[in-house]
C-alpha cells in the first residue's frame, strides 16, 4: 500500500528511539529489542498490517513471530506510541501516534493512501456533535474514493 503524506517520520525529523525508550520507562516498561524493531517497522512503513510490520521485522530478527508482532502492537497502542486505522476490510494499519491526527483518504483504485488533516472535516464533525450530540473520534476514519492520478486515468 503505498502513502501519500503531509507529515515527516521520525527518522526524518531526527527523532531517536531514546525518544521510544524514555516515553517506555515513563510508563514502566523498558525497550526491549522486538518492541524497537516493531516501532521501528511501523515508522518506517507509516501505514501497516501487522503482517507488513513482521516482514520488515523479519528482515533484521528472523526468529520473530506474528504472536509478539501482534502482542507488541496491543501494549504499544495501549501506552499510546502507535495507533490504528481500518484501511478496508482486511487488518487494521498502524502508524506512530505522535504524528497529527488525520484522516485516511483511501484510492480504491490504486489504494494508496492520503493523510488529510482533521480539520477539513471541522465543519461536518462540528455538525454531528450540534445535530446528534455525537463527539467524533476522527483518527480512525477512512473515506474512500479516487485519488488525482487514478481519476485523471480515467478521463
Known sequence: MSTHSSTESNAESGAESTDWKSDLRQRGYRLTPQRQLVLEAVDTLEHATPDDILGEVRKTASGVNISTVYRTLEL??????????????????????????????????????????VSVAAEFTAKLRETFGFDTDMKHFAIFGRCEDCTGKRK
Do not use: F, N, Q
Not at 82 to 109: K, N, Q
Open 76 to 117: 504499544l497502542e495501549e501506552l499510546g506510541l502507535v495507533s490504528h486505522a481500518h484501511l478496508g476490510h482486511g487488518a487494521p494499519t498502524y502508524h506512530l501516534a505522535d504524528r497529527h491526527h488525520h484522516i485516511h483518504l483511501v484510492c480504491r483504485d490504486c489504494t494508496s493512501v492520503i493523510e488529510a488533516d
